[in-house]
């Protein structure tokens, strides 16, 4: 089944959709390896690249910390992100972070290290904690991206509350299934401190993976 979703620039609201980018989610088979999942996420890069007009040889360059981008096309801003079962893409017009994770059993020193006091509180209430755990994380880890910086950035220093999204269909994701796509809305959520001036959504596919994308907001 697939869906097309059509946006006008009627008022700043809708304006402000379209200049959302295009993100995509690609299933992998069961366990891809590394190198299976980086080989389908650039792939799907390409992919992405091909429908804007770009194609093969394009050159990259790398910034401060290892982002990488376009050197011929600064317009176009990508990033890409892949786990052992599935692989997640997203192109725009303004810098981009995007992470994707298969749950998993959460670690920890790894939760004292990323989230806030009161996150870490809202996952011993959750009923699913390592579902709540990797929604904190794909969040953070996506600002990260965004900013193209490493992981041994402060994420406690921004921080999330995962009860009341400021929209339920902020975003739509292009999951791949079959010969088609279906499109899963992406709810928004706000950052306080550190990610303030950034805007976040995140999707849930089939209750595997969690997908979350992170764009300045409009100046």
Known sequence: MIQQVQTTAANPVESEQIDLPEVVLQPLPMNAKVAEQHHFAHGLLEEMLFKRGIFKPYFMG??????????????????????????????????????????RPM???????????SEQQEILQSESPELCFLRFWTLKESFVKALGVG?????????????????????????????????????????????????????????????????????
């Open 107 to 117: 670690r920890e020193r790894v939760l004292r290290r990323v989230l806030t006091a």
């Open 62 to 103: 790398e910034g401060k910390h290892g982002k990488p981008f376009l050197l011929e096309h600064p317009q176009i801003q990508f990033n890409i992100s892949h786990c052992k079962n599935a692989v997640l893409c997203g192109i725009g017009s303004k810098p981009l972070g995007v992470d994707v994770e298969t749950i």
């Open 151 to 219: 992981i041994s950035y402060p994420m406690q220093t921004l921080a999330f509350s995962l009860r009341e999204p400021l929209a339920t269909e902020g975003m739509q994701c292009h999951v791949r299934q079959g010969n088609g796509e279906i499109l899963v809305p992406m709810q928004e959520y706000a950052a306080a401190g550190a990610g303030a001036g950034y805007r976040f959504f995140q999707g849930i596919w089939e209750q595997k993976q969690v997908f979350s994308v992170c764009i300045p907001k409009a100046e």
